[in-house]
């Protein structure tokens, strides 16, 4: 059992992934060879994203009891596995996924029966036992789930914490959390019954015969009481986050960060140890962002030394625009030499992208987005503000209080198109897509806190049913981006459209159609959406003048009983609305175009 960053295997943990070899995995009732350390893709653009929580995704021993309804309101573990899920994985990538990302999979307090979701860790080296199948197999198990998805095809991205542990002390007088506070807080470590004791104040101070493995924190080399901030609940001001425990991640040993030192060192190990992909960042936005450079650049140099040349990293930063960019990339005018994050989730398009997509706000929310990216992103973007290797995109996930599809009980509802629109939109504008766990089989859950959207998948009746309308709409959706290097790659242009072939521009009205092209080299894609739940839309959009031709024909990729638009005209003597402001009248090409309330079409030149 680990319990220091000096013990020996942990070492020989490092030894072994330098060593290029392979391994055997077995998936089903065959074997397949893989190379550890397993390849990064070349382009994460090339891959969509399953996010997918373990306590509630799949538990191979069945479905949980009773006393816990899979779809209400539950703050404790419910079972899941990590044998449960790797028993879904052809699922996932049957589905269309290209990575998983697996709710933090380090080891909690074992006393809190409240962090079945993983972001309250106590020991920073070992999994969780709680996903293990049997006693002591956890990290067995593990790695042979990461083994199975990288020998279907399946990158592994892990979701980690850097600004706090877990509830490993209490506030004296206070108990789990504190209010604020601008001085440190007297405080009392909790032994392995996660009673917080008086006579465990300094855990310096603590005997070694008493420093158990669930008790206090780990590795031994965060177990100094000045590595956390003791200032009761405070968040990004500085603080705990609720009762989980902020670090001192700028404290200082001379010119040593001993608490960074140590982070950076028990994840480079995690990718040692388990072969995985990338890691997704918890809270970024609440350590200093010299932190934040520093550990993706670690974690980058360390996987490259192994043979991962794109190990991806990308932060939660639940912000807008301004914030994310001081973390990812490289900006040209920072005068420091490390280079940030590789992405953040886009929280920027989260905020516009499902209201606009049910109706309830004009398109040119979404729009304005890409403009204001443009502007702020300026230093860091690729040709034309190309974005997309730098935002995770989704429609919802686990930390909000309802999903994207606005169902109020089981089975079909007639706004269920809503959903394909939305992942269709998703999927065709730049970015990494991600999808949350049960979209694909309808989840609805909307209530008063994040444990409504945070459901037992497997307690679902026809759970992980491949002939359900929403995935088998994905998986078509995926199978279109998959073959269109331009949904991937292209430059976008949002297109303005109208409905008599003359007054041309972006819906400003809710609902609205929203319309955009993505081009790479002589290659345009066009998406088409119309969020109105009841009228049809007739009408023209403008596509490119120079790659089309007048005759050409677009077709619909994205399902049968679609309109076909009319052929590709020229017209002049027009009033265009363009994006950027400005007002032209011409020559212009365009097609005519007819969808339903509620129909995307995904267009594309015949081959």
């Known amino acids: 059992m680990l319990l220091s960053l000096d013990d020996p295997l942990l070492q020989s943990a490092f030894d072994q992934a330098a060593k290029s070899a392979t391994r055997t995995v077995k998936v089903g009732a065959k074997s397949r060879k893989i190379t550890t350390p397993f390849p990064s893709p070349q382009d994460w653009r090339d891959v969509w994203i399953?996010?997918?929580m373990l306590d509630r995704f799949n538990r191979a021993d069945g479905k949980p009891?009773?006393?816990?309804?899979?779809?209400?309101?539950?703050?404790?573990?419910?079972?899941?596995?990590?044998n449960g899920v790797r028993e879904r994985l052809k699922y996932i990538k049957d589905l269309g996924a290209g990575a998983i990302w697996l709710s933090p999979v380090l080891k909690?307090?074992?006393?809190d029966r409240g962090t079945f979701h993983g972001y309250g860790i106590q020991d920073f080296l070992r999994p969780e036992p709680r996903f293990a199948s049997a006693p002591g197999k956890e990290e067995d198990e593990l790695r042979a789930l990461v083994d199975e998805a990288h020998a279907l095809g399946l990158y592994v991205i892990f979701d980690i914490v850097l600004n706090h542990a877990g509830d490993v002390f209490g506030y004296k007088d206070f108990g789990a959390s504190a209010p604020g506070s601008p001085g440190t807080l007297p405080i009392e470590w909790r032994n392995e019954s996660g009673q917080a004791r008086p006579d465990f104040p300094v855990i310096e101070d603590i005997p070694a015969a008493r420093r158990k493995p669930d008790a206090l924190v780990w590795p031994a080399e965060l177990q100094r009481n000045n590595f956390f901030r003791r200032k009761g609940k405070g968040a990004e001001e500085g603080g705990d986050f609720e009762s989980l425990k902020e670090?001192?991640?700028?404290?200082r040993d001379g010119r040593i960060f001993p608490v960074r030192n140590a982070l950076i060192l028990a994840y480079q190990y995690a990718i040692a140890r388990y072969d995985v992909d990338g890691f997704r960042i918890d809270t970024l936005k609440y350590v200093e962002r010299d932190f934040a450079q520093a550990?993706?650049?670690?974690?980058?140099?360390?996987?490259?030394?192994i043979g991962k040349k794109n190990f991806f990293s990308y932060g939660e930063v639940f912000d807008g625009e301004e914030r994310i960019a001081e973390?990812?990339?490289?900006?040209t005018r920072d005068a420091g030499e490390l280079v940030g994050v590789d992405a953040a989730l886009d929280f920027p398009l989260f905020f516009r992208l499902p209201a606009v997509a049910k109706g309830f706000a004009p398109p040119t929310g979404v729009i304005d987005v890409f403009r204001r990216r443009k502007e702020i992103e300026r230093d860091i973007l690729s040709s034309h503000g190309e974005a997309g290797r730098f935002f995770v995109t989704f429609l919802d996930n686990h930390d909000m209080k309802e999903r994207f599809r606005g169902a109020s009980a089981d089975g079909p509802d007639p706004f269920d198109p809503q959903v394909i629109l939305g992942i269709a939109v998703l999927f065709g504008l730049q970015g990494i897509p991600c999808l949350y766990y049960g979209t694909e089989q309808g989840l609805h859950g909307r209530g008063s806190s994040d444990q409504f959207v945070r459901e037992a998948l497997w307690g679902k009746p026809g759970a992980f049913d491949v002939n359900h309308l929403f995935y088998k709409a994905i998986k078509l959706l995926s199978d279109i981006r998959n073959a269109e290097p331009a949904l991937r790659y292209g430059r976008l242009y949002f297109r303005p459209i109208s409905g008599d072939?003359?007054?041309?521009g972006t819906s400003p009205f809710a609902p609205g159609v929203l319309a955009f092209s993505r081009i790479l080299n002589n290659r345009e894609v066009l998406v088409v959406a119309n969020a109105n739940t009841q009228g049809d839309f007739q009408g023209h959009v403008l596509v490119d003048f120079f790659i089309n031709h007048d005759g050409g024909q677009f077709r619909v990729l994205n399902g049968p009983g679609a309109s076909t638009p009319e052929p590709v005209e020229t017209r002049s003597g027009l009033e265009i609305n363009e994006i950027d402001g400005g007002v032209t009248a011409g020559p212009a090409r365009m097609i005519r175009v007819s969808l339903r309330s509620m129909e995307v079409q995904i267009l594309a030149t015949q081959d």
């Open 50 to 52: 399953y996010f997918l």
């Open 108 to 111: 909690n307090c074992q006393s």
């Open 247 to 251: 670090f001192v991640t700028d404290a």
């Open 65 to 82: 009891p009773a006393s816990m309804p899979h779809d209400k309101p539950f703050g404790e573990f419910q079972g899941g596995t990590f």
């Open 295 to 305: 550990f993706g650049n670690a974690m980058r140099e360390y996987a490259l030394s």
């Open 501 to 504: 072939g003359i007054h041309f």
């Open 327 to 331: 973390f990812i990339g490289r900006n």
